[in-house]
T-cell receptor, first 116, second 116 residues
Framework: DTGVSQNPRHKITKRGQNVTFRCDPISEHNRLYWYRQTLGQGPEFLTYFQNEAQLEKSRLLSDRFSAERPKGSFSTLEIQRTEQGDSAMYLC??????????????FGEGSWLTVV | AQKITQTQPGMFVQEKEAVTLDCTYDTSDQSYGLFWYKQPSSGEMIFLIYQGSYDEQNATEGRYSLNFQKARKSANLVISASQLGDSAMYFCAMRRPSGGYNKLIFGAGTRLAVHP
């Protein structure tokens, strides 16, 4: 499978615990994005990487959230001291440098987080 | 501020009939892109179709077409000959022209149910 891969697909954690999600983009895609989707809503932009550089972070990304993309390949999204409001699906997407082309952004299947 | 509005929370259609999903957008930018994505229950966001703001012709991709009315700021998705597998959530999204990368703003989505 050469698509965007995310794991774990599902995570249930107790409030206050830390969780980490991993995203493996399509190989050779320079751009990587994280979005968050809560029930009944469309995805909301969290952050963007071009290679290993994190170029934009949404205000939604509080200081409990940190994202990395070492070596410009896979990315991790860590949530520290989880809260019930963090329960959502976290979507990763990747695209190549042809950013203006409509069909070059690909999403993964998402990682569902439930905080109890 | 950029905004996407999808006014239909749910739609029903008979198999083999056509259906139109509404999308209106708000932006002051001259250059932007409009997308439609399908999200089945598995969670993955599947790209369907793209329309650039300067494209003079409506985009088409197989059974999907985008009815782009720039003056009215609408970008409705038309699905012809609906199939049972089309049952899913459908999201309209707009790309902001910020640096060329695919930072998308999504609407709240429309749930489509195709009946046999």
């Amino acid at each position: 499978d050469t698509g965007v891969s995310q794991n774990p697909r599902h995570k249930i954690t107790k409030r206050g615990q830390n969780v980490t999600f991993r995203c493996d983009p399509i190989s050779e895609h320079n751009r990587l994005y994280w979005y968050r989707q809560t029930l009944g809503q469309g995805p909301e932009f969290l952050t963007y990487f071009q290679n290993e550089a994190q170029l934009e972070k949404s205000r939604l990304l509080s200081d409990r959230f940190s994202a990395e993309r070492p070596k410009g390949s896979f990315s991790t999204l860590e949530i520290q001291r989880t809260e019930q409001g963090d329960s959502a699906m976290y979507l990763c997407a990747s695209s190549d440098l042809q950013g203006y082309s409509g069909n070059t952004i690909y999403f993964g299947e998402g990682s569902w987080l439930t905080v109890v | 501020a950029q905004k996407i509005t999808q006014t239909q929370p749910g739609m029903f259609v008979q198999e083999k009939e056509a259906v139109t999903l509404d999308c209106t957008y708000d932006t002051s930018d001259q250059s932007y892109g409009l997308f439609w994505y399908k999200q089945p229950s598995s969670g993955e966001m599947i790209f369907l179709i793209y329309q650039g703001s300067y494209d003079e012709q409506n985009a088409t991709e197989g059974r999907y077409s985008l009815n782009f009315q720039k003056a009215r700021k609408s970008a409705n998705l038309v699905i012809s000959a609906s199939q049972l597998g089309d049952s899913a959530m459908y999201f309209c999204a707009m790309r902001r022209p910020s640096g060329g990368y695919n930072k998308l703003i999504f609407g709240a989505g429309t749930r489509l149910a195709v009946h046999p």
